[in-house]
């Protein structure tokens, strides 16, 4: 409904005002408090699941790749994240569950950059030691 209020709106049969009031209006009488929740809770629930598989899949065989390899994979689960996250901020920046979902995708990456590059270089569990 709020889609066809902006048609209205761009096909100028109703005004900037009277669309805002009718989006308004669809809006509260729209109850998408549970929807949304869901489709947040969902989304961080898909990107913790795909999160653990990535991390399942880069243990496996780890030692018989070579080490330029090995930190190649090791960035590319950042550089996978970075990319929806570019894409939340550009197609869905008003989303709630894009936000959420690939804010929470993006710092489990990272983490598991962090991860794989302190274990290629047999680094201690100290943050400081991986900068």
Sequence with gaps: ??????????????????????????????SPSHWHLFLVLSG?????????????????NWYDYPEWLRVFLGFVPTIVALFFYYRMLTKHPNSTAWIEATSLFLMLMIGASIATISRIYHMGGDYEDFI
Aim: hydrophobic share 45%.
């Design 1 to 30: 409904m709020v889609k066809f209020a902006d048609r209205l709106e761009e096909k100028e049969i109703v005004s900037i005002d009277q669309a805002r009031k009718i989006r308004k209006y669809i809006r509260r009488e729209e």
């Design 44 to 60: 961080m629930l898909g990107a913790i699941v795909f999160s653990a598989g990535v991390y399942s899949i880069s243990s496996h």
